[in-house]
């Protein structure tokens, strides 16, 4: 069965780091286009960043670019999201998901846009 799971979510202050995994299994992670989302009740769902399954080239929304790494473990078919430079704006859950609808992604992808979710980890960033 196709299992994807986050972890890693934490309270930090701004500035600090932090690194979520999706682990999944079910699947060769490589198989699927990978992304990283993340949700709030004010600004609904926002894509964050993606690994393309063919050349692994990394994309990342503007919002995040420079201070935040995608990257996978094939071995452990495992994705990461190295978050670094923490902004209050950047509290909130965090998805992995796989298999999108069309690529590249766009900022305004929903729920439906892709074939594959994880439970999300909660990420907190306050002084």
């Known amino acids: 069965d196709v299992q994807l799971v986050e972890t890693g979510g934490a309270e930090v202050q701004p500035g600090g780091s932090l690194r979520l995994s999706c682990a999944a299994s079910g699947f060769r992670l490589a198989v699927y286009d990978m992304s990283w989302l993340r949700h709030t009740p004010d600004k609904g769902l926002e894509w964050v960043s993606a690994v393309d399954r063919n050349d692994g080239m990394r994309l990342y929304a503007d919002s995040v670019k420079g201070r935040f790494t995608i990257s996978t473990d094939n071995t452990k078919n495992t994705l990461y999201l190295q978050m670094n430079f923490l902004k209050s704006e950047d509290a909130a859950r965090y998805y992995c998901?796989?298999?999108?609808?069309?690529?590249?992604?766009?900022?305004?992808?929903?729920?439906?846009?892709?074939?594959?979710w994880g439970q999300g980890t909660q990420v907190s960033v306050s002084s």
């Open positions: 998901a796989a298999d999108a609808r069309f690529w590249p992604p766009r900022k305004n992808m929903t729920w439906t846009d892709f074939t594959y």
